[in-house]
């Protein structure tokens, strides 16, 4: 609507501006005093307020067809059907009247340009994709790239210690306002760092706004942590954790080995059961506006084994199944283990 007022005052501003600009040769054209023209300024101006009420009411019949086509069409008939209602001047036409006949001559096309090029402008400032949020998980030892399968990092207790599994399950995502009011964006999902694909975390709960933060959890809430309530993919059904164990799912799975005295024992880092949820929240203060946003999200594998509390292959295990103290250590040692950027 505002659009198409907009097209129409333009228009009539391209007129106006046309007959300042061509005002003597039109009086001699139209045969009339040039005193006459203030008349014929106040007679055009009423009209275009006229046409304009006009138009607006015809558009609105239209308005609920919403197609670029109708816009146009109705454009065109309303331009066509100026009202030739004022011929004041014994017969002669209106100056309006006047530059219709012109513009319809000589730059109807232009003006078939401009309509189009207006509701292609128009439709680009319409928000067609809602605002979402698109969260781009990547790995990091301290701070060295993961590669997987290369002893290439050493932890806080100083094992020195290589990747070549990290499979888990990132849940209610949530962002945190200023005023630390909460905004859920997403269910849970599951990730491999293995498998790129799984790393683009999208949400399409139109969010905008200025945040403080972020919180997650690693692993899944109790109403999804029962054996066989998630879809039975490869991916779940190889996350399962054992019914005799308790059932449910491995929140996260991450293995690899390290160098113990002359020899390299694996390491398996499952974390699973509903007391272990590990709960994640990041300070970082960021904007999300209309359209499409993306944030970096980085583990640093190193933060599992510091931050309360030192992890040590050699003291704490190096298999954490099931066992209870050292799934702790590793839920809390795992609240800081994401970073934004
Ligand atoms: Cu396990």
Known sequence: MISFLIVQIYINFVIGLWLLVN????????????????????????????????AVRRFVTFVSYESESVFIGVFIVVFISFKDDCRHFNGHPTLLTFVK????????????????????????????????LSLNLSFKSGSTPLLFDTINYTNAAGNQYSVSRLQFYISNIQLIKPDSSLVDISDFSYVDARVAATLKIKNNIPVTGQFIGMKLQVGLDSAHNISN????????????????????????????????????????????????????????????????????????????????????????????MGVMAAMMKLKENGSDVFMLQ
């Open 101 to 132: 006949r012109q513009l319809m001559k000589k730059y109807l096309a232009l003006a078939l340009l401009l309509i189009i090029a207006s509701c292609k402008k128009d439709e680009d400032t319409t928000p067609v994709e809602t605002s979402s």
């Open 229 to 320: 309530a998630l879809p039975a993919t490869n991916e779940n059904i190889n996350m399962a954790w054992p019914d005799m164990m308790g059932g449910g799912y491995h929140f996260m799975k991450l293995e690899g080995s390290y160098i113990s005295g002359l020899s390299f024992p694996g390491y398996a880092m499952h974390i699973g059961r509903n007391q272990y949820l590990v709960n994640c929240v990041i300070s970082h203060s960021f904007t999300l506006s209309e359209g499409s946003n993306s944030l970096g999200l980085v583990m640093d594998i190193n933060e599992w084994y510091k931050n309360p509390a030192n992890y040590d292959f050699e003291v704490d295990g190096n298999y954490s």
């Open 23 to 54: 005002w003597q040769e039109m009086t001699k054209l139209l045969r009339i005093h040039p005193l006459l023209k203030w008349f014929q300024f106040i007679d055009c101006f009423l009209l275009n307020v006229m046409q304009i009420i006009s």
